[in-house]
């Protein structure tokens, strides 16, 4: 629990719901980070080796996908890095902006 000091919006009485304190807020409530799970982060690794040996970057929202990915089984994700290593073995390494 993350304790917040007191705003007049919590301040006001019938402000919270019964039973709840005004002046805690719960983060991330009944999630848990799907890379706490060992299986999902050895699946990232996977497949981060995987697009790493393929020379293809990371790009912006990639992380959403990836954490996506990681919850998937193993027989896709041998599938998908089995896909990304024999693609294009002979591809050039992608130019990077300067």
């Known amino acids: 629990m993350l304790p917040l000091p007191p705003t007049p919006s919590t301040e006001r009485a019938g402000a919270t719901a019964p039973g709840r304190d005004a002046a805690t807020v ?14 999902n982060a ?3 690794i996977q497949l981060a080796d995987a697009l790493t040996d393929a020379r293809v970057p ?15 089984d193993q027989a896709v994700i041998d599938a998908l890095t089995r896909w990304i290593r024999t693609a294009d073995p002979q591809r050039p390494a992608p130019r990077t902006p300067r």
């Open 26 to 39: 719960q983060l991330r409530h009944g999630r848990q980070d799907t890379l706490q799970i060992s299986e």
């Open 42 to 44: 050895n699946h990232w």
């Open 58 to 72: 990371m790009a912006v929202g990639d992380v959403a996908a990836m954490r996506q990915l990681t919850k998937l």
